[in-house]
T-cell receptor, first 113, second 114 residues
Framework: GESVGLHLPTLSVQEGDNSIINCAYS??????FIWYKQESGKGPQFIIDIRSNMDKRQGQRVTVLLNKTVKHLSLQIAATQPGDSAVYFC????????????FGQGTRLTINP | NAGVTQTPKFQVLKTGQSMTLQCAQD?????MSWYRQDPGMGLRLIHYSVGAGITDQGEVPNGYNVSRSTTEDFPLRLLSAAPSQTSVYFC?????????????FGDGTRLSIL
C-alpha cells in the first residue's frame, strides 16, 4: 500500500547549524502534509503544516518545503538548539473525505554540542 | 486548558484480560482518533470518530473497540488482551476534518501484555 517514508532514520548536527529532515510520500492525491516533533516519553507535538497549493511555508525557525513533482517534503530547522533533539515525523492525509493521517517512520535528530 | 488527557499512563495486563484506555479532550474538537506506536515504526491508526455517535475503523482495528457517546470522551477497549497489543497508545483530536487539520496528541498510555 502507499505510505509515507523518510530517507534517513537518524541525523546528527552541530548546535547552531541548520537541520534538514526529508520525507518521501507516494500518494499523489494527498493534499495536506504535517510535521510533528516527539520528545522521549511524550506525545507528538505539531510543528508546521502545508497544503498542496503551496510550495513553502515558514514558522518560527522552521520551514517546510513541498515538491509535488517528485513527491518530496522537507523540514528545515534553523540554528538548531539542544531542545530540538527529538524524533520528527511527517504525515500526509489520505484523499479527500477519508479524514485520516498516514505517518512516516520518523527521523531521530541528535544535536552535538 | 488540559488539551488531550490519557489515562492510565502505564498499564501491565495478562493475556486475556480486558481493559479500557481513557481519552478526554476539552477543546470541543469534533474529530478524535486512536493510534498505536511500536518501536521503529510510525503511528498507525486504530479507530477514529468524526463526532459523537460516529466511529470508523483505521488501519489496525482488530482486537479493539471504541465508542463515542460524548464530544469530550473517546475510550478504547481491549476485550481480550494479546501480547501483540503491547505498544504505546496515543489519542488525538482536532477540529472537523482529521485529515486536513493538525491533530493534538495526548502523552500516551504505555501498555504491556504478559
Amino acid at each position: 500500500g502507499e505510505s509515507v517514508g523518510l530517507h534517513l532514520p537518524t541525523l546528527s548536527v552541530q548546535e547552531g547549524d541548520n537541520s534538514i529532515i526529508n520525507c518521501a510520500y507516494s500518494n499523489s492525491a494527498s493534499d495536506y502534509f504535517i510535521w510533528y516533533k516527539q520528545e522521549s516519553g511524550k506525545g507528538p507535538q505539531f510543528i508546521i503544516d502545508i497544503r498542496s497549493n503551496m510550495d513553502k511555508r515558514q514558522g518560527q525557525r522552521v520551514t517546510v518545503l513541498l515538491n509535488k513533482t517528485v513527491k518530496h517534503l522537507s523540514l528545515q530547522i534553523a540554528a538548531t538548539q539542544p531542545g530540538d533533539s527529538a524524533v520528527y515525523f511527517c504525515a500526509e492525509n489520505t484523499p479527500r473525505g477519508a479524514q485520516k493521517l498516514v505517518f512516516g517512520q520518523g527521523t531521530r535528530l541528535t544535536i552535538n554540542p | 486548558n488540559a488539551g488531550v488527557t490519557q489515562t492510565p499512563k502505564f498499564q501491565v495486563l495478562k493475556t486475556g484480560q480486558s481493559m479500557t484506555l481513557q481519552c478526554a479532550q476539552d477543546m470541543n474538537h469534533e474529530y478524535m482518533s486512536w493510534y498505536r506506536q511500536d518501536p521503529g515504526m510510525g503511528l498507525r491508526l486504530i479507530h477514529y470518530s468524526v463526532g459523537a455517535g460516529i466511529t470508523d475503523q483505521g488501519e489496525v482495528p482488530n482486537g479493539y473497540n471504541v465508542s463515542r457517546s460524548t464530544t469530550e470522551d473517546f475510550p478504547l477497549r481491549l476485550l481480550s488482551a494479546a501480547p501483540s497489543q503491547t505498544s504505546v497508545y496515543f489519542c488525538a483530536s482536532s477540529h472537523r476534518g482529521g485529515g486536513n487539520q493538525p491533530q493534538h496528541f495526548g502523552d500516551g498510555t504505555r501498555l504491556s501484555i504478559l
